[in-house]
């Protein structure tokens, strides 16, 4: 399952273990990202999830991509290239 939007802020009681451990199948997607935080979210998001439950996903054409980047760019290489595709890429099986 993926849920939009840092999942309406779910994915910030993944910090209580009984809790992640129920999310353990749960995703959570970027869109709408940039119309509610500011990019200080992505490192903040990585560090409540890990770096594998966390998939680009925007608003296009409401919102172009590059807004997204702005903040995802501040992750480190690997964590950006998670976000970007690789961990879509796992979780899909593609």
Known sequence: MCWPIWGGG??????????RQ???RVYY???????????????VGVSC????KIIFGSDF?????????DGI???GSE???AVLGNNAREVFGL
């Open 29 to 43: 997607d970027t869109s709408a990202v940039p119309y509610l935080y500011d990019s200080r979210v992505y490192p």
């Open 61 to 69: 054409p409401l919102l172009s991509p590059a807004r997204y980047l």
């Open 73 to 75: 760019s501040e992750l």
């Open 49 to 52: 999830v890990g770096r594998g």
């Open 22 to 24: 129920a999310l353990s």
């Open 79 to 81: 964590m950006r290239e």
């Open 10 to 19: 779910l994915l910030f009681y993944e910090l209580m273990p009984e809790v």
